[in-house]
């Protein structure tokens, strides 16, 4: 039988496990969504890293330092300092706010303050951004499952559907983050194991230059900016910040991840350097797809070793998917419908959530590197709000209207029409647009 079925089957049955062994019959929200906030700093971390390090990795970003060579590093590596440097600013903040006022889905931060239209327009506009990003981990999963299962692409779209439904019902927060924990360990011993064959094989490293044809000016901002507040836009690792069981946990978390995120992506990306030295050289294929790229690496490979890294990326990707559909329910169950105590209405979520994304990866959207991107740069009409949230003491349902509408009808049309340096226009719209609201709300307090 196919080795990587057998290791595909007891990695279900492990998870599986898992989710039945923390599945309690009767919890509330709060154990659901974010694990009771009794999350040690280490899983914390663990967590948090499995959820942002995502089949964009080893799929997407193994390609892009393929054909682009450094700056594909230069630019994950601002994904990383910007957020170290947002999560020791404003993570504790949000936190100590989490904690006071009993919050549990992100959006909340926003009803809180703007009122509760502001959470239910930023529950649609991240269920928008985000089911193209999750499917884009579908897709990494099907594309594996057909190289090593020997499974069309829908049939391994479905099988990766079911998987991420299944866990997330079954164990919430705590069994994710307990089987995330595993998997980030996991994750980064195999990209390890798989930097030294690449190194010994291709004995070399091809870096190209920077600024270049594909890494403009213009080309590597655009990129740049949604990546680098990615830890205060995207809604499912906002929610992480919530479930560390103490400030102590919270500091180890934001260390732990640090330290996780800068070998990681350095291990990541000279995997694509080697491999292009060996592209170069004649000892290695030209590859057209850059997603396909790591693909071409592990045919080369040992099944020793070219198993553990396909599995290391399924373990990346069902991480992502399952926080991003976990936090999506919590926002649609307390924002949308103001279920709250109703663990049962989260469930019938996560099934529909779960459908979207399976259908929506049936379209094979573009490269994932763009999916990811591109879901990022509508987030950022999330910005002012949190900017508003914490600097000033003022400012209403107008501001956040106005702020989320404005930025997510730019990201939008900018995308579609290919501008240039389209994400720091959107991000100007969202920031004019909220300073505008924050005027008219403050007009209309003095008027009354």
């Known amino acids: 039988m196919n080795p ?114 502001s959470g239910i327009l930023g529950t649609v506009i991240a269920i928008l951004a985000l089911i193209p990003y999750t499917s884009g981990q579908v897709i990494g999963l099907a594309l594996i499952f057909r190289s090593f299962g020997g499974f069309n692409f829908t049939t391994g779209a479905v099988f990766a559907a079911v998987i ?17 924990a595993f998997q980030g360990i996991f994750m980064i011993l195999s990209a390890l194991a798989g930097f030294f064959w690449v190194h ?64 990681y992506t350095l291990i990541v990306t000279f995997i694509g350097f080697f491999a ?9 294929p030209s590859a057209s797809e850059r997603d396909s790229v790591i693909i071409s690496i592990l045919s080369m490979m040992g099944s020793w070793l ?38 049962w209405i989260g469930r019938t979520v996560i099934l529909l959530l779960t459908l979207l994304v399976f259908l929506f990866s049936l379209l094979r959207p573009n490269y994932i590197v763009e999916l990811s991107v591109a879901s990022s740069s509508i987030l950022l009409c999330f910005l002012p709000l949190l900017f508003g949230l914490f600097h000033l003491k003022q400012g209403g349902a107008l501001a956040a209207s106005f702020s989320l509408i404005a930025g997510t009808g730019a990201a939008l049309i900018l995308r579609v029409s290919g501008v240039q340096l389209s994400s720091v226009y959107t991000l100007l719209a969202a920031f004019s647009a909220f300073f505008l609201g924050y005027l008219l709300d403050r007009a209309v307090q003095r008027g009354t």
């Open 4 to 117: 990587f079925l057998i290791l595909l089957g007891l990695y279900v049955i492990a998870g599986s496990a898992v989710a039945l062994i923390v599945h309690r019959a009767r919890q509330s929200q709060e154990d659901y969504f974010i694990g009771g906030r009794r999350i040690g700093g280490v899983v914390s971390a663990l967590t948090y890293a499995a959820t942002t390090y995502s089949a964009f990795m080893m799929v997407g970003l193994v390609g892009l330092s393929f054909q682009t060579g450094i700056g594909a590093l230069i630019f994950e590596l601002s994904y990383l300092v910007g957020t170290v440097i947002l999560l020791m600013v404003y993570g504790r903040k949000i936190w100590t706010m989490g904690r006071e006022k009993g919050l549990i889905s992100p959006m909340e931060l926003f009803s809180w303050r703007y009122g509760r239209f």
């Open 164 to 180: 991420v439904a299944f866990w997330a019902l079954l164990g919430g927060l705590r069994g994710v983050a307990i089987t995330d």
């Open 200 to 263: 010994g094989r291709f004995q070399g490293i091809e870096v190209q230059r920077f600024p270049s044809e594909f890494w403009t000016t213009s080309q590597f901002i655009n990129f740049t900016l949604p990546w680098f507040f990615f830890a205060l836009t995207n809604p499912q690792v906002v929610q992480r910040l919530f479930i560390p069981k103490d400030r102590k946990a919270l500091n180890r978390m934001i260390l732990y991840f640090a330290l996780f995120g800068l070998l």
């Open 276 to 284: 292009r030295h060996g592209a170069e050289s004649g000892a290695f």
């Open 306 to 343: 070219s198993i553990p890294i396909a599995l290391s990326i399924i373990f990346a990707a069902v991480s992502t998917a399952n926080s991003i559909i976990l936090t999506l329910s919590s926002m649609v169950v307390r924002d949308l419908f103001q279920a709250k105590g109703k663990v």
